[in-house]
């Protein structure tokens, strides 16, 4: 019974998680998309009754799928093709046929998948975060995600000004803080016409809190973020430290019902914790970061996750008839090739 890692060595998540299951017994790969199909190549079989799944790198060594009984999706890396398929029709075609083929791949494993990769992509989605938070009874800050410049101005309006923005999505190319709303970037707000963007009233707070949740297992941490040199954004902040935070249960609940409602088994929530003692649901990871926590305050992170890992992959085996996780992944496309 094998463990299946979709990251890359460059994670150092990828090998802190390995590390943990190789030590509670458990075999582990660790399978680093990028080398397919130059270096990897998938075979599905249907024949005489069965199946055979397989994947094989360049030299031969072989892992058969049927062996896999759990499944971490951390960071899949994206297909390389070679530098000669540089026609945009042969390459977008290339790109269809194999996502598509390892989509259904991935719905058809019999394995117990952190996260199933179609809930995982629709988890990331922040208006459905904040719709379900709202309506399980979560605080949420007053959100506005629009395209129109009128409906800023009115949103600062109403709230005075403390106006944050930031983005839907985070790309390695294009990453920016969260940032205040200032007077004089009302300059620019016609820009917005161009690509919506989320505008959030700015939560004033003495923490900022961190809850890595796994299965039904919440590990939560704060960071004071009153004396830091940028309050709006602690990511911002190098000297930003954590320690271990306890919430109340109520809080607690309401976050395992947000799980719960996505479908996720992983996630990486930010809440941030006012004055008055609220806490406050900003949004969720699906595939958020944790080290930095465990390595802070104590907290054995990967190893309850490789422990859920393991256990996961018993029940799903257990489970008569299974046959791949509920749901359908998502779709993926490549971005159009000029």
Do not use: C
Not at 48 to 73: E, N, P, Y
Not at 108 to 115: E, G, Q, S, T
């Amino acid at each position: 019974m094998t463990i299946l890692v979709f990251s890359s060595l460059k994670d150092a998540h990828a090998p802190a998680v390995m590390a943990a299951l190789t030590a509670s017994g458990a075999l582990v790969e660790l399978l680093d998309l990028s080398e397919f199909p130059q270096r990897l190549s998938l075979s599905m079989e249907f024949e005489d009754g069965g199946r055979r799944f397989a994947l094989v790198r360049k030299g031969g060594a072989r892992l058969d799928l049927a062996d896999v009984t759990s499944v971490w999706w951390r960071r899949p890396q994206p297909f390389a093709f070679p530098e000669a398929m540089a026609d945009g029709a042969r390459r977008r075609f290339a790109f269809s046929e194999s996502s598509t083929a390892f989509q259904g791949l991935y719905a058809a494993l019999d394995a117990f998948w952190v996260n199933e990769p179609g809930r995982d992509a629709a988890a990331a989605h922040k208006p459905w975060q904040l719709a379900l938070a709202q309506a399980i009874g979560l605080e949420i800050p007053a959100t506005l995600m629009t395209s129109d410049p009128e409906a800023v101005a009115a949103f600062r309006h109403r709230h005075g000004g403390n106006v944050i923005f930031k983005q839907f999505l985070a790309l390695p190319d294009a990453w920016r803080e969260t940032r205040l709303l200032r007077p004089e970037d009302e300059a620019h707000l016609d820009s917005v016409r161009w690509a919506p963007v989320i505008f959030q009233r700015f939560v004033e707070a003495v923490a900022d809190v961190r809850v890595i949740a796994i299965g039904g297992e919440l590990f939560a941490a704060a960071a004071d973020v009153r004396d830091m040199e940028y309050p709006v954004d602690v990511r911002m902040n190098l000297e930003a430290r954590y320690e271990a935070h306890r919430l109340p249960h109520a809080t607690e609940d309401g976050l395992r019902a947000l799980m719960g409602r996505l479908g996720l088994e992983y996630g990486a929530i930010d809440l941030r914790l006012t004055p008055e003692g609220h806490y406050v649901f900003l949004e969720i990871n699906p595939a958020g970061q944790f080290l930095y926590i465990e390595h802070m305050t104590g907290q054995k992170i990967a190893a309850a996750l490789a422990a859920r890992l393991i256990e996961g992959g018993r029940l799903q085996r257990a489970r008569p008839g299974a046959t791949g996780p509920v749901g359908k992944p998502a779709p993926v496309r490549e971005p159009k090739i000029a």
